[in-house]
């Protein structure tokens, strides 16, 4: 048994999900799962059409065309779509009518992309002649906490997933299962959703819970790629890298798989392989717990722009014992994310990558410490075995002293697969394409 996970772009039209279909074909004989996202930019629709909705404006026009367009294209009749539509509808009118949307009622709207998507993928693969049904998460055993846009599947799901997959598991049920990704459903029967981009983490969840042969994750890309093509002309394949350097990676701006999509596959040690559906004989990557003996110690190298650095420096109100207690949690209190971290006994330098006001986390560490908030920073991840890092960071500050650019904060060592490096926005595709030359030739 294998799942097969599909992202919005390779479901986003007629053309696209025939293709998609023809995929599923070839693997038939592996008695696959599949996971789906809603087509192309349905997600970023409905949460356009609840802001409109809440400015009094009903419109799911886009959404409609999307869908209807498609089938009518593929010339197959889906009648699970019609209540969908009405239903969506039906909400936006009565947000329109209270003006309000709570995180609940906005997990539930996004939800019909993924439904939809499954319905017309199931219908389009049986008139293909492969027998096929779509699956809604719950059905699937799929459950998660309240945290709403942002669930935390629950531990039962290791129980309640092969549960809902015994029959197929067995043999008995010949029908594909195309399950909708991204969402769960609460304790209360409340439909959350695992986070934007969460179809990943629907896959090797399946694929974990199931112990399945492999979790494949089908992109528009040929897999993991050394750099971003779009900078790196000459970025390559990378062939494995392991569960860790995968969730790192996902942190920090390889947009490949959501962070928290390897955790299922770490535990159960599950292979995890990233496919192109453009170009199906790539091997693409593969994503497993360890590397073989030898191999280079740079995998990739990520970048994050639009950053924010933060200096801080205690003033003697305070005395070093309490100091970075005191700082974290006036971040926990602003509920403010840090990614990278260096410190001293007296200072602390952090990054944020999100776009928060910091006004009032600012006053509040400034009662305690200078602090001085930099814009326009950028974060320069080297995803490699740490343990090299003397060889490593020798080559990184040989090639960016080449490029003239100053490296403005550096950490390394808490994660075992991560050297980050902050330099100044504008130097980053320069710096980023130095590192390149320097790793990868
Ligand atoms: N459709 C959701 C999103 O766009 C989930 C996913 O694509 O994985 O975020
Ligand atoms: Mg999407």
Request: hydrophobic share 45%; with cysteine.
């Amino acid at each position: 048994m294998i799942v097969m996970k599909f992202g919005g772009s390779s479901v986003a039209s007629a053309e696209r999900i025939a293709t998609v279909a023809k995929i599923i074909a070839t693997y038939t004989e592996k008695r696959p799962i599949i996971a789906l996202s809603a087509m192309g930019d349905t997600t970023d629709y409905l949460l356009e059409a609840a802001d409109r909705a809440l400015a009094g404006v009903v419109d799911i026009e886009r959404v409609k065309a999307l869908h209807l367009d498609a089938i009518k294209e593929l010339g197959i009749d889906v009648p699970e779509l019609a209540p969908l539509l009405d239903s969506i509808e039906t909400l936006l009118r009565g947000v329109s009518m209270l003006r309000e949307l709570s995180k609940r009622t906005r997990d539930y709207l996004v939800s019909f992309g993924e439904r939809l998507s499954v319905r017309i993928m199931a219908a389009w693969l049986r008139k293909q002649g492969i027998p096929a049904r779509a699956m809604d998460a719950w059905d699937a055993g799929i459950f998660s906490d309240s945290a709403f846009m942002q669930a935390e599947p629950l531990a039962s799901v290791w129980e309640t997933i092969p549960k809902a997959f015994a029959e197929y598991q067995a043999g008995v049920d010949r029908q594909v299962p195309v399950v909708t990704g991204f969402i769960a459903k609460d304790a209360h029967g409340d439909i959350t959703t695992l986070g934007r981009g969460g179809s990943d983490l629907t896959a090797t969840l399946l694929g974990a819970a199931l112990g399945a042969e492999e979790v494949q994750t089908w992109k528009d890309v040929d897999g993991i790629l050394t750099a971003d093509p779009r900078i790196v002309k000459d970025a390559r394949l990378v062939p494995e890298v392991t569960y860790d350097e995968a969730a790192e990676l996902a942190h920090f701006g390889a947009q490949v798989l959501h962070p928290r999509s390897m955790t299922p596959c770490r535990k159960t040690g599950t292979l995890v392989r990233v496919k192109n559906s453009y170009n199906m004989a790539s091997p693409g990557t593969v994503i497993t717990a360890e590397h073989k003996p030898k191999i280079a110690p740079v995998r990739v190298i990520t970048m994050i722009k639009g950053v924010r650095l933060i200096d801080i420096v205690s003033s003697r109100m305070l005395g070093a014992s309490g100091f970075l207690a005191h700082i974290f949690n006036q971040f926990l209190k602003w509920n403010i994310s840090v990614d990278v971290v260096a410190t001293s006994e007296v200072s602390v330098s952090l990054t944020v990558n999100t776009p928060e006001d910091l006004t009032g986390l600012l006053e509040d560490v400034g009662r305690v410490a200078a602090v001085e908030c930099r814009t326009g920073k950028a974060i320069i991840s080297v995803i490699c075995d740490v343990r090299r890092s003397s060889a490593i960071l020798a080559d990184c500050f040989a090639a960016l002293e080449a490029e003239h650019i100053n490296v403005q904060m550096i950490s390394q060592g808490a994660s075992k697969v991560n050297i980050s490096l902050i330099c100044d926005d504008p130097e980053a595709d320069r710096a980023i394409q130095a590192l390149h030359r320097a790793f990868f030739g």
